[in-house]
T-cell receptor
Framework: DSGVTQTPKHLITATGQRVTLRCSPRSGDLSVYWYQQSLDQGLQFLIQYYNGEERAKGNILERFSAQQFPDLHSELNLSSLELGDSALYFC????????????FGPGTRLTVL | GNSVTQMEGPVTLSEEAFLTINCTYTATGYPSLFWYVQYPGEGLQLLLKATKADDKGSNKGFEATYRKETTSFHLEKGSVQVSDSAVYFCALSDKGSSNTGKLIFGQGTTLQVKP
């Protein structure tokens, strides 16, 4: 158990819908990262927050957004969902915002029908 | 930009065989290097890491040495077990100019160990 929790574990929804994925980092970690794992793209970095502020952005679609709250949990919002958004979404956390080891949650599997 | 290339899988070995999974990287500066493992139906677990040239990371019988001259971080284990069957990911931390530790992953290598 990494100490990072993600909910829900599975999510099934329809095209055009909006969903929210939630992540709670390990106790004491200030940085949260979101990654997408799909068969065609592999593991891709989406976005990073550090102590409530956005730190870095990857190949995140404009339909996707995220935020980190004062209690340091983070939410990833995916809207206008398309079939191609079906993937495993991982959250990871680390103590600081640079090259510290990242600890991954169990992931949320999103299926868009 | 920075990138990681892993040997293609799947890799199929018999129990107690020697394992090597090749990983090479392209990076500016001095990234940290990691191996993560993903067991079926689970998230990624850190296996080992190295933060500077010539460092050797090790854990659970697995080892990898940070080789700057060959830009490599190959994963090795002397005697694999059936329980080592999983997908292995090589990754580097891409600090860049924005002081981020975002990870860039290789495509993953599936290891299957047969009894």
């Amino acid at each position: 158990d990494s100490g990072v929790t993600q909910t829900p574990k599975h999510l099934i929804t329809a095209t055009g819908q909006r969903v929210t994925l939630r992540c709670s980092p390990r106790s004491g970690d200030l940085s949260v990262y979101w990654y997408q794992q799909s068969l065609d793209q592999g593991l891709q970095f989406l976005i990073q927050y550090y102590n409530g502020e956005e730190r870095a952005k990857g190949n995140i679609l404009e339909r996707f957004s995220a935020q980190q709250f004062p209690d340091l949990h983070s939410e990833l919002n995916l809207s206008s969902l398309e079939l191609g958004d079906s993937a495993l979404y991982f959250c990871a956390s680390s103590i600081s915002g640079d090259t510290d080891t990242q600890y991954f949650g169990p992931g949320t599997r999103l299926t868009v029908l | 930009g920075n990138s990681v290339t892993q040997m293609e899988g799947p890799v199929t070995l018999s129990e107690e065989a020697f394992l090597t999974i090749n990983c090479t990287y392209t990076a500016t500066g001095y990234p940290s290097l990691f191996w993560y493992v993903q067991y079926p139906g689970e998230g990624l677990q850190l296996l080992l890491k190295a933060t500077k040239a010539d460092d050797k990371g090790s854990n659970k019988g697995f080892e990898a040495t940070y080789r700057k001259e060959t830009t490599s971080f190959h994963l090795e284990k002397g005697s694999v077990q059936v329980s080592d069957s999983a997908v292995y990911f090589c990754a580097l931390s891409d600090k860049g100019s924005s002081n981020t530790g975002k990870l860039i992953f290789g495509q993953g290598t599936t290891l299957q160990v047969k009894p």
